[in-house]
C-alpha cells in the first residue's frame, strides 16, 4: 500500500510540474527578433512596476502567501505576507523553496484586505515579472478564492525578453520555444544583478527581476 502511495504521489507531482512547463508557449523565430528589437526600445517609466509572488503551490487551486511590488526606480509599494484561504495549506514543495512557515501567516493580513492596496499599486501601469504566465495565474486564483474580479493591467515576461536576449530557446522543428529558464538561472549569467540573501522571496525576486530588466536593456541596446 505504501509503495501505491509513493507511485501516486510522484505522479501527482510530475503532473503538476508538467502543467506549469506547458505555460511557456513555443514562438515563431520572427517572434524573438520581434522581442529583441522591442527590448533595445522599452524605457522603464513611471508606468512600469514589478510584481512577485509565493505561494502556497502551483496547482490549480493554490494561492498567494506573500507578495511584492517595487517601482521602476525602486520605490517598495507593497510588500506583505499574504493569510491564505483554509481551502489549501502550504505544500512541502513550495515550502522547501520559499521557506514560509505557516505560521509566519499567522497575523497576515488575507487577500481580500490587501486587494486594494495592491490594485492602487498596479492601476494603469505595465506589470513586470519573472515567469508572467505563473504569477498571473497565481494572482487570479487567489482573487477568485476571495470572490474579488481579475486585475486589469496587462502582464509582461521578464524570463521571456532573458530568453530571447541571450538566445536561451531549445529548438523545436522550425520553430524556437522558450525554456523555462530559473531567475537564479539568470542571476549566474548576470551576477550584478543579484540581490539579498533569500532567493524565492517576493521582495528580493522584485528587486532581482527589475535588475535583471535594466541590464536587459542596456544589453539590447549595446548591440543594437
Known amino acids: 500500500m505504501l509503495g501505491w502511495l509513493l507511485i501516486i504521489g ?3 507531482e510530475y503532473w503538476k510540474t508538467f502543467k506549469l512547463l506547458k505555460e511557456l508557449q513555443s514562438i515563431p523565430e520572427a517572434m524573438i527578433s520581434r522581442t529583441k528589437s ?3 526600445k522599452l524605457k522603464l517609466t513611471e508606468a512600469h512596476v514589478f510584481v512577485d509572488a509565493e505561494t502556497t503551490g502551483i496547482s490549480d487551486d493554490d494561492e498567494i502567501i506573500e507578495i511584492a511590488v517595487i517601482s ?14 483554509s481551502r489549501v495549506e502550504i505544500s512541502k514543495g513550495a515550502g522547501n523553496i520559499h521557506g514560509i512557515k505557516k505560521r509566519s501567516l499567522k497575523n497576515a493580513p488575507s487577500w481580500d484586505e490587501l486587494y486594494p492596496k495592491f490594485i492602487e499599486a498596479i492601476e494603469g501601469r505595465n506589470t513586470l515579472t519573472y515567469n508572467s504566465d505563473f504569477d498571473e495565474r497565481l494572482i487570479n486564483q487567489t482573487c477568485l478564492a476571495w470572490n474579488l474580479p481579475k486585475p486589469p493591467n496587462k502582464y509582461f515576461c521578464v524570463m521571456k525578453l532573458y530568453a530571447a536576449q541571450v538566445d536561451r530557446f531549445k ?11 530559473k531567475l537564479l538561472d539568470a542571476m549566474l549569467v548576470y551576477p550584478e544583478c543579484a540581490y539579498g540573501d533569500k532567493p524565492h522571496r517576493a521582495l528580493v525576486d522584485c528587486e532581482q527581476t527589475r535588475l535583471l530588466t535594466k541590464k536587459l536593456i ?3 541596446n549595446t548591440a543594437a
Open 10 to 12: 510522484f505522479v501527482a
Open 38 to 40: 522591442g527590448l533595445s
Open 72 to 85: 521602476e526606480n525602486d520605490e517598495v509599494l507593497l510588500d506583505t505576507f499574504v493569510k491564505h484561504t
Open 171 to 181: 529548438e523545436n522543428g522550425k520553430n524556437k520555444e522558450y525554456k523555462r529558464w
Open 218 to 220: 542596456k544589453s539590447a
